[in-house]
């Protein structure tokens, strides 16, 4: 079993920054890919950035060159930095981790971009 916090969201405005963390914890030494989803007010969830134990990183094509991927393995600690943040960014982020084949997700933390 796997266990994901994630922390760092909140309200901002429209250009501002945000920076979202995901610890895990538990069977730690099995994880491979880790990741970020967001899910919009009644829509799908959807993929937003990934990396790889080894820091191969992945972008959806919304978020390239403004988000950044980033893993800390001696913390268990992914982080996604945003920046030029943009209204229709407003979902709840959801940390993702692979880990022998068992997919496992956060409770989720609320980003709002807003004026």
């Known amino acids: 079993q796997v266990q994901l916090v994630e922390s760092g969201g909140g309200l901002v405005q429209p250009g501002g920054s945000l920076r979202l963390s995901c610890a895990a914890s538990?069977?730690?030494?099995?994880?491979?890919?880790m990741g970020w989803y967001l899910q919009a007010p009644g829509k799908e969830r959807e993929f937003v950035a990934s990396?790889?134990?080894?820091?191969?990183?992945y972008f959806a094509d919304a978020v390239k060159g403004r988000f950044t991927i980033s893993r800390d393995n001696t913390k268990n600690t992914v982080y996604l930095q945003m920046n030029s943040l943009k209204p229709e960014d407003t979902a709840v982020y959801y940390c993702?981790?692979?880990?022998?084949?068992?997919?496992?997700w956060g409770q989720g933390t609320q980003v709002t971009v807003s004026s």
């Open positions: 993702h981790a692979r880990a022998n084949s068992y997919d496992y």
């Open positions: 990396i790889t134990s080894g820091g191969s990183t």
């Open positions: 538990g069977r730690i030494f099995s994880i491979g890919l």
